[in-house]
């Protein structure tokens, strides 16, 4: 991805935020807890916060949580839904926080947007030795056999890079760090999985992929074709034709150690 498509489509979250704060997954406890198991103390920063999805997580788990996004569309809705939580304007490029101030860095569905080459020096700058880095990424768990269907008939603009397992791997295994400079403040990089799912009918499901940033982007008349194809697909599917179900996803987590 260029720098340009980057942009574009890191910045889309903004003009629906009230949607995204309403559809998307909250992060499966035993994953936020492994990302911070070996951190230092309770600080944690969530970076590129969004609409506080990953800060509610954290909060469940008793860590001093402080978080910083970059799209004020997205800061007021967690600003809205979690009022006690310390939220500040920044990016992962420049985080708003003095040196050695947090304990943890985790960022939701969000380390794939930074521009690593100068986050990975501010990420460094505010952790604490022996401080966290970890990603977070709710995926879909396309081992079940309806889930790879709805994979396929989404595209890659609803279920792209990063959305299953196996991507998942593949797209975060080098995302930890930037290639020089920084890279010798951090060690060898950790992935894990845990089981998660949210429960969707057909209707907010098809809310939820219409979230996606790939689906933002797209022109009005190809993004209402893509999200008719997923219309047609559940209602044939018996997991999903009628009322609630779960969709089967794992919160995958990519954590370093600051040395």
């Known amino acids: 991805m260029d720098e340009d498509d980057r942009l574009l489509l890191s910045s889309s979250f903004g003009t629906e935020a009230v949607a995204y704060a309403k559809h998307r997954p909250d992060y499966a406890q035993a994953a936020a807890r492994w990302a911070l198991e070996r951190a230092p103390g309770p600080r944690v920063l969530d970076l590129g ?5 990953l800060t509610a997580t954290l909060l469940t788990l008793g860590a001093d949580v402080i978080a910083v996004e970059p799209d004020p569309a997205m800061l007021t809705e967690l600003r809205r839904a979690l009022p006690a939580v310390r ?8 985080i708003p926080l003095p040196a ?6 985790l960022a939701g569905n969000a380390m794939h947007w930074f521009h690593m080459d100068v986050a990975g020096p501010e990420i460094a700058r505010i952790l604490a ?6 990603g977070l990424w709710n ?3 396309d081992r079940v056999d309806w889930v790879a269907g709805l994979a396929r008939v989404s595209g890659s603009a609803a279920i792209g890079p990063r959305d299953t397992p196996s991507s998942w791997r593949a797209e975060t ?3 930890h760090l930037p290639k020089t400079g920084v890279a010798a403040q951090f060690g060898s990089p950790e992935q894990a999985e845990f089981r998660h799912g949210q429960r969707r009918s ?6 939820t992929l219409a979230t996606r940033a790939g689906m933002l982007v797209m022109p009005e008349q190809e993004q209402e074709a893509t999200l008719g194809r997923i219309r047609v697909f559940l209602a044939s599917r018996p997991e999903t034709a009628r009322g609630e179900f779960t969709l089967p996803m794992l ?9």
């Open 139 to 141: 995926v879909v768990d």
């Open 129 to 134: 030795p022996g401080g966290i880095l970890a």
């Open 49 to 53: 916060a969004g609409t506080g999805k």
């Open 87 to 94: 939220a500040l304007p920044g990016s992962a490029e420049a």
């Open 251 to 259: 919160t995958c987590v990519l954590r370093v150690r600051r040395l």
């Open 100 to 105: 050695a101030s947090v304990d943890a860095v």
């Open 202 to 207: 057909a209707d907010s499901l098809v809310a």
């Open 173 to 175: 295994a080098d995302l």
